[in-house]
């Protein structure tokens, strides 16, 4: 489904690395992998707003915030991030000064905000509820032929 949703993206590219790990993979292990196989980039990390809100609780988050910088999709126009107080310092609102930076940088993404979550999109394919609006017609297709999420 994530080569669905990237197609005509040069940008992006599949990786298989957690996958494929024989171990338990962390946020930080694949962080520290692809650090180790792109040394001369600048790394990111992108994730919904419902996912930035947990991140203070993800295994070693303050060293992936010093290894990454970190987009994050709005939900909506609402500024809710003031609920973490410990990673206000961390967010960047001018993407310029966002793009300049290695690591540390927190920004949150409004032009390519999403109306729903996974999790919300998960829920609404189990109560057999309509998703064809929220996703590709590719993806659309895989989920129904695959019985995803039911």
């Known amino acids: 489904m994530i080569k669905n949703a ?3 993206h040069k940008f992006f ?11 338990i993979s962390f946020t930080i292990d694949t962080v520290y992998y692809f650090k180790k196989k792109f040394k001369s ?5 992108i994730m919904g707003e419902d996912n930035f809100y947990s991140f203070t609780s ?4 303050a060293d992936i915030l010093s290894s990454v910088n970190i987009i994050v999709l709005s939900r909506d ?7 973490i107080d410990v990673l206000k310092k961390y967010i960047e609102e001018n993407i310029n000064l966002f793009n300049q930076a290695k690591s540390g940088k927190i920004h949150f993404s409004t ?17 057999d509820e309509s998703f064809k609006n929220y996703v590709s ?6 989920i129904e032929k695959n019985g995803l999420y039911k």
């Not at 126009?77 to 609920?83: A, D, L, S, V």
């Not at 017609?137 to 895989?142: F, L, Q, S, T, V």
């Open 6 to 8: 990237i197609k005509g």
């Open 58 to 61: 993800w295994y070693k988050y």
């Open 137 to 142: 017609r590719e993806n659309c297709e895989y």
């Open 13 to 23: 590219s599949v990786s298989t690395f957690e996958n494929t790990s024989e171990n």
């Open 77 to 83: 126009n609402i500024e809710r991030y003031g609920k």
């Open 111 to 127: 032009p390519h905000k999403s109306d729903i979550s996974a999790t919300t999109l998960r829920q609404m394919i189990k109560q």
């Open 41 to 45: 980039r600048s790394l990111r990390i």
